[in-house]
């Protein structure tokens, strides 16, 4: 397959090789799929996970305000209302298996790198255009399947014994494979059939940096930063 014929996600993660490797095997990652990572760390990870979600929420408000059509307009806001309605209280359920409460959830400080994250993608969003959104949002709706799957398929890693099993089977669902087919289709579509050198060289900008930021976002999990 030459690069031209490649869709829009697999140019930008070959432009950004060595941030994807770096997030998609970041140690936090590897913790989770040999059961090796301190529990203190996954429940850090998971009370900013739940603030970063509301903002991810914010984003897909941002992207129906920037959609062109009404079927763009649709899909920003039915995952605007998945993550609302669905994926929040499955989160806080998840959380409370793990001893925290929604209260704790709602009373928990933003973190630098939650802060970081969060803005860089809502200002990516406001400056540019949907497509520049969507670069921004897509190596956490994408990255967390291609993480899912690598670990899944890791004898044990989906063992009751490995204490994150459940988050692994979350991410590497067929359910959140469809998702993350629709992102890349979605890029896909709002790319067109050709983008100039110059416009790919400024997704790659964006694309990169999300990606550093994902890093740094494990790495506040991992090293308990707030």
Known sequence: MTAASKGLFERLKAA??????????????RG????????????????????FLIHFARAYA????????????????????ALLDMEMDLHVRLCARWGLSAEDLEATPEASATMAYTRYVLEEGMRGDLLDLHVALVPCVIGYWEIGKVLAAQPGALDTSNPYHEWIAEYSSDEYQQVAAEAEERLDRLA????????????????????????GFWKMGLDLEN
């Open 32 to 51: 989770l799929g040999n059961g090796t990572l301190p529990e203190e760390c996954f429940r850090h990870y998971l009370a900013q996970d739940y603030v």
């Open 192 to 215: 067109g059939d050709a983008i100039s050198a110059e416009r790919f060289t400024d997704l790659v900008r964006i694309f990169s940096q999300a990606m550093r930021l994902e890093i």
């Open 62 to 81: 941002l992207a129906v305000y920037k959609s062109r059509t009404l079927d763009d307009m649709r899909s920003a806001g039915r995952t605007m209302f």
């Open 16 to 29: 950004a090789a060595d941030e994807w490797a770096a997030y998609i095997d970041h140690d936090f990652v």
